[in-house]
């Protein structure tokens, strides 16, 4: 039987600024190394500053998904030397002196099956590393830090998946998830990045990293399994290791050993208090979450009587529920979710699209609906 767990990262991609300072979490739109400052870039002396609004965003996350909320969270450093991180640690979070991150154990259905999530934490993303060179010989490695700090929140679940299928649904409902809570923009590139553990009949766990896609995390899986299988049929044993996604060959290769937590040498954050989440602030938390992907469901079909399909495809994206809501009134509900469902989700399919002619089609929406009233009443 196959055992796949997955580790996603996910960046706040809807935040103005990174989780210590007052840099944008929008570094995408900025020349290398222009968006950093002392905290951020790891200068001796700054103290960091913790975003509440991050914390506020991946608390909704680990409502969402159904997993506890600890009333008080911590945060701890995470010592390791790699050019990426100016600090050398990291600061994230840990629950092996009690549940201190900010969601615990929780679970999301995917069709029939149960997903568990293990944890949620809250951590900053650290800088990029870019290559560039011809050959191995002769490459030279870049450092940007315009992305270290940003906020990101790390999804970590039990080994729950038995095909690349079930990964592929689930990530699939996540990334609906985290687009209706208005926190991230999962399709932004680089804003979702994942690991994965596979293991099959029961044997050693190989876990890949780097994956850097939802797409690239399908196949890795998908290609590991086969890799395995290939090992297990000729009786060779399958190791123990870390292997990493080569992107352009599209396999996985063998790398470092792996690393235990203890290796992290793990200390409390000295420098951010405790964040209290009491009952009071989380039953606020709840009262400004949008509403569910499912409330939304089961709403179209109830007082709209919309096809259960029809909800189903309107409810799940953002964009075109957001549409939906404005567009429709209570006689003409069925006839527009009918509209965007078959007429204009072919039109507009790709976020760039979605942005530039978003009025344009709201106003196309409107004429449509018009005309079609007009054409029913002769
Ligand atoms: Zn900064």
Redesign the pocket.
Known sequence: MTKIGLEIHCQLTNLES?LF???KANYREFEPNQN??P??AGMPGSLPRLNQEAVKKATMIAMALNCSTPEKIAFFRKNYFYPDLPKNFQITQLNIYGDTSVGGSGSISVGDKKIRITRIQLEEDPGRLIYEGSSSKNQITLVDYNRA?TPLVEIVTEPDFETPKEVRDFLNILSDLLKNLGVADPSLEGAMRADANVSIHGGNKVEIKNIGSFHDLEKASHFEITRQESLHDRDIPIVQETRHWDDKRKITVSSRSKEEDLDYRYFLEGDIPWVKINSKIQSELKLQMPESINSKKERYVTKYNIPIQVADVLSSDKFYSDLFEEAHTESNAKEVANIITTELMGLVDTREKRETSMMQFKLELYLEIHLKMHYMKF
Do not use: E, Q, R, T
Request: proline fraction near 0%; glycine fraction near 12%.
């Open positions: 990174k300072c007052s840099c950093i400052c905290i951020c700090g």
